[in-house]
Structures are given as structure tokens and as C-alpha cells.
């Protein structure tokens, strides 16, 4: 069940006597404003380290995985309200970077504002400005050890020396490694699912004049793991050209698209923008669910969130903006059910920028790893479903104790399986004897030595996978009187089989054990009469339940037998 808070603060008075150049709000609602220079990213007057991509494989960790923390700045002002920091410090650490000479300053302005001062963590750095979300670092895992990392890049503003330079003040801050990957980016326009999915405007080939878009996206692979890269047209049509201004990852197979008004000239454009991401294929094999806020006026900037482990932080509008705040929340609602959403009422939040903007999530350095293939939506009928997830912890650094899948079916109860450890970092589990039109809802929960729980997908119970069982047979009119039978069942050494109505193909034979590795297999052409005098060799198995599996090119036919 969603609890929705709404959190309510006007800008507040800074305590900081140190003179700062302060915007105007026209010049604020286009945050970023820079002179010419600043926009011109071959004048640069930070030298770029640039580095070997990470070995072994990398992937870049995404905002609604487990977290640890939030960075935020304080260049003159914190330009979040404290109402925000306080939240966030309840429960995760919240990193300050700001200047020695600050410090004192801004941890009595923190305390005098209700913040958790055991959860805040001051990071000594000069900064220039208050958007971490575009200058800190992307995260990744990379190595065999499965390592935590961090990638910097040219930042986009680079007369913003100090800004440009966290990433590298940040990986000693942890010690981290730091791979610089030398492609002109920015935070707040990039977004992934974790597994191997990215998107950004393709704001990304104009600042990157010197690399073809071959090359660009070779780069995003090499240092972030990104195979799929989505470079978009914007459809905001504003100066940013930031993604996060207008569209949101919400989990592996969701994503929040702005909605404006259809008299807005723009109208297509987003209604396009929509359509697209509903018709492209997400890590988990299905479509896109896209869900839509509303921007009806300047200051919305609801996709514009902050996703901190099962908290969502929405920017939420004062004045006659803050009408459509309710609508935005149930939005969120609807595609997250089980989070809590937080609604941040704030007179200086913009279209361009926000909450999101002025935040950065820090992944969990420990974190409880969970990677499944999910079943999703309609899947063909077969005897026996094995559910397979790689479980393992950041920098082995706790130990694995417990893998569960917790599952539905037909609405019933949930029910709990323990999940075996089949080789390494591998868990796997099977359940049989379901029936076509049986809806199974489930998810994959596990528990390591600190100890700590974390599920697949992220929230569990309230969101879980959903898959419905169709019968495949159907989709390729094979008859219902069409099958295969293992015999003698049990068997011992050699194993035959009794068959009705087979089409005469080239098949290939698999033997799975209950946990869905591949025992055998065999590459033969099969008729009627061999089915019933060819036997498999099955005296080397262990002793247990297996599947065999029988493919062609048009078919596909299943039994089950026990090795004694």
C-alpha cells in the first residue's frame, strides 16, 4: 500500500553571510545559464584523465537499485529545502560537499532545521553550483569480484572546474577506482535499467562533435555496459535538452513520460515520444509500460523525482502550479504501488529543473545483488518452470544465506520456496504442474550475513513479476493427442519413449535436472518407429527428477522421469 506524504517549505533564509552571486528568477527558471564559453566544451581548463575501460565487464547501476545515500552541494545555499535533507536523513546518509570554511556554517544551519546529523557526512571540496545530479560521477560493478566503481567523464559546463573535478574527489573520498571515459555528458541526461539499457537526448552527439554516433555508443558500452543505447530527439523543445526534464525510468520495464496540454504546440512530439518507448523491448523481453504526468503550467516538473530505495521524492509545486501536484502523486501510485510517495512542496522548483536536478543517488557499496531473467506477461505452457538468479553481494563483501522464491498462483497465498545454490553466485528452483490460463505473480527474495533483505523486483509483494500460462500447443495447431512419454518411469540405465502422432523432423534432445541445467543432449532425426527403439544412455545421472525436452524447428514436446 502507497503512504503519500506531502512535505510543504517556502524558500528559506540562508544563514551564509558570504556574498554570492545570486540569479534572478527569470534567469532560474533556465537553470544552467552559462556564458558563451561555458557552452563551448573545446575550451576546457580542466585536463581529462582518460582511461582503459574497467576488464571483465561493467555495468552501470540504476537509480532504483538499492542506495546508501544522496549527494548534495552547497555552493552558497543548499537550493533543496531542508524538509528534503531531513527525510533523507532519516534513514540513508546524506553527503554534503561544500568548502572547509563552510562547514561550520552549514552543519548549525542542519541542525537547526531538524536534520539527522548522524546520518550527514561532509565532504570537503570547493563546488561551483547545486546540480550533483549532472557533475557526480555514474556508478558501475564491474570485475569478476564485482567491484564498485566509478565513471567520469568531461562534464558538459567546462568553465565549472570544481564541479568537474567530484568525480575524482569522490573516488578517493570512498576509494573507489575512477574510469574516465572521454565522452562530453551529463548526469541529468542519462538514465538505465541496470541491465544494460540507456537513454539520453542525442544532445549527446552535439557535444561530442569529434566522434561519430558508432562511436559513441561504443564508448557507453565499453565503460558503462550499455548495449542498447536510446539517443532521442527532445521533445521539451527548451535550452536543456536534459531527459530527466521529461522522462523517467521507474523500473526495468517502466517509464514516466511528461504529458502537455494538446494545444501545447510541442503535443506531438511528447504523444510521439510516448508511443516510441511503448513499442520498444526492455531487458525483461516485454514493452515498455509507460505511465504519464501532467505538465500543465511552468514549474511542473514531475518526472523530475528522486527514487531512494522504497521512497520516491517528488517535486511538488506551491502556488497555482502545485494544482496538479495530487494528480502526479496518484500517477506515481499507480506505477509503484507499495512505495512511499513523498511529495516535496517547494516555491523553487522548475520545468528544468528540480528535485532530481540538485540530487544524486550513491548505490548500497555492499549491496545484495539479485539478477533474474524474469517470466513475463504470456508464457507457453510447459511441465515444469525453472526459476534461475544469480545472488551475490558487492565485493563479496557478506556472505549469501538465504534465496526464496515467494510466489502466487490464481491469486492464492503466497508461498515460499527455497532456492539452491547450483554453482557459484547461482540459485535456481522449479515449479511443475501448473495449468494453462494459471496466472503465477512472484518474486525473488534473499538475505545476506549483515543481515539485510533485498528482492527482485525491488519492492516484492506489492509489485511482484506477473506471467499468465498459454497453451503454445494452440499457436502451432498441434493437437492435444500429440505427445511424448519416458519410459520405464522410473528408469535406471536406458531410457525409451512411447510417442502419439510426432511429425517426422530433426530434433534435438535436452535433458534437464530440477534445477534447470543441461545434463544431456543429443542432435538426431526422430520418426514413430525410432521413438520406440532408440534409447538414451541414462546411467550416468545421479539420482533425481529430470525434464526432457524435445525441439524441431516447429515443435516442441516435454516429459518428465525419475533416475533412480
Request: glycine letters at 4%.
Amino acid at each position: 500500500m502507497n503512504k503519500i506524504i506531502f512535505l510543504s517549505t517556502f524558500i528559506f533564509i540562508s544563514l551564509n553571510v558570504f556574498s554570492q552571486q545570486e540569479f534572478t528568477e527569470a534567469e532560474r527558471s533556465k537553470y544552467h545559464m552559462n556564458s558563451p564559453e561555458e557552452f563551448n566544451t573545446s575550451y576546457r581548463t580542466r585536463s581529462f584523465n582518460s582511461t582503459p575501460p574497467p576488464s571483465n565487464g561493467t555495468r552501470s547501476i540504476a537509480e532504483f537499485e538499492p542506495n546508501q545515500g544522496v549527494i548534495i552541494s552547497y555552493p552558497y545555499n543548499f537550493a533543496i529545502p531542508y524538509t528534503l535533507i531531513s527525510e533523507l536523513s532519516q534513514y540513508v546518509k546524506v553527503y554534503v560537499v561544500c568548502s572547509s570554511f563552510l562547514q561550520s556554517n552549514v552543519s548549525n544551519n542542519l541542525q537547526n532545521n531538524g536534520v539527522n546529523m548522524e546520518n550527514i557526512e561532509f565532504i570537503t571540496a570547493p563546488i561551483d553550483s547545486e546540480w550533483t545530479r549532472d557533475f557526480s560521477p555514474i556508478f558501475i560493478e564491474y570485475s569478476e569480484d564485482n567491484k564498485i566503481g566509478i565513471v567520469d567523464f568531461p562534464y558538459n559546463r567546462p568553465n565549472r572546474i570544481n564541479d568537474d573535478n567530484l568525480p575524482i574527489v569522490l573516488g578517493d573520498y570512498w576509494g573507489l577506482e575512477v574510469f574516465g571515459m572521454n565522452l562530453v555528458h551529463t548526469g541529468g541526461n542519462y538514465m538505465t535499467d541496470g541491465l544494460g539499457i540507456a537513454a539520453s537526448c542525442d544532445l549527446v552527439y552535439t557535444e561530442n562533435p569529434n566522434l561519430d554516433q558508432e562511436e559513441v555508443k561504443i564508448l557507453a558500452k565499453d565503460y558503462l555496459g550499455i548495449e542498447n543505447y536510446h539517443l532521442v530527439n527532445d521533445p521539451l523543445n527548451d535550452y536543456i535538452e536534459h531527459i530527466d526534464c521529461w522522462g523517467k525510468f521507474l523500473a526495468v520495464d517502466k517509464i514516466l513520460i511528461t504529458r502537455v496540454p494538446a494545444n501545447d504546440p510541442r503535443y506531438a512530439e511528447f504523444e510521439a515520444m510516448a508511443d516510441y518507448w511503448a513499442n520498444q523491448t526492455t531487458s525483461y523481453g516485454n514493452k515498455y509500460k509507460v505511465y504519464r504526468t501532467n505538465w500543465m503550467m511552468d514549474k511542473n516538473a514531475y518526472t523530475n523525482s528522486l527514487i531512494m530505495n522504497n521512497k520516491v521524492f517528488v517535486a511538488f509545486n506551491t502556488g497555482a502550479a502545485g494544482a496538479f501536484n495530487d494528480d502526479a502523486a496518484a500517477v506515481y501510485e499507480e506505477a509503484m504501488p507499495g512505495y512511499e510517495i513523498i511529495g516535496i512542496e517547494y516555491n523553487k522548483w522548475y520545468s528544468t529543473d528540480a528535485l532530481h536536478c540538485r540530487t544524486h543517488e550513491v548505490p548500497d557499496f555492499e549491496m545484495l545483488k539479485i539478477i533474474h531473467q524474469a517470466y513475463i506477461d504470456e508464457v507457453d505452457f510447459q511441465e515444469s518452470y525453472i526459476f534461475k538468479a544469480d545472488v551475490y553481494s558487492f565485493n563479496n563483501s557478506n556472505s549469501v544465506n538465504e534465496v526464496k522464491l515467494i510466489y502466487s498462483i490464481n491469486n492464492g497465498d503466497f508461498l515460499e520456496m527455497e532456492m539452491e545454490n547450483i554453482s557459484n553466485k547461482t540459485y535456481a528452483t522449479s515449479l511443475d504442474f501448473l495449468s494453462e490460463g494459471d496466472e503465477i505473480r512472484y518474486y525473488i527474495q534473499a538475505k545476506d550475513s549483515r543481515p539485510k533483505t533485498e528482492n527482485l523486483p525491488y519492492i516484492g509483494q506489492d509489485d511482484p513479476f506477473t506471467f499468465r500460462i498459454i497453451n503454445s500447443t494452440k499457436n502451432s495447431e498441434i493437437s492435444i493427442n500429440q505427445y511424448i512419454k519416458a519410459y520405464p518411469n522410473p528408469a535406471t540405465d536406458i531410457l525409451y519413449f512411447i510417442s502419439n502422432d510426432i511429425p517426422n523432423d530433426d530434433y534435438t534432445i535436452e535433458i534437464y535436472n530440477q534445477f534447470g541445467q543441461i545434463i544431456k543432449t543429443l542432435n538426431i532425426k526422430i520418426t514413430n518407429i525410432d521413438w520406440k527403439i532408440s534409447g538414451i544412455d541414462i546411467s550416468d545421472l545421479n539420482s533425481g527428477l529430470y525434464s526432457i525436452i524435445a525441439k524441431s524447428k516447429k515443435e516442441i514436446f516435454s516429459s518428465k522421469f525419475i533416475k533412480l
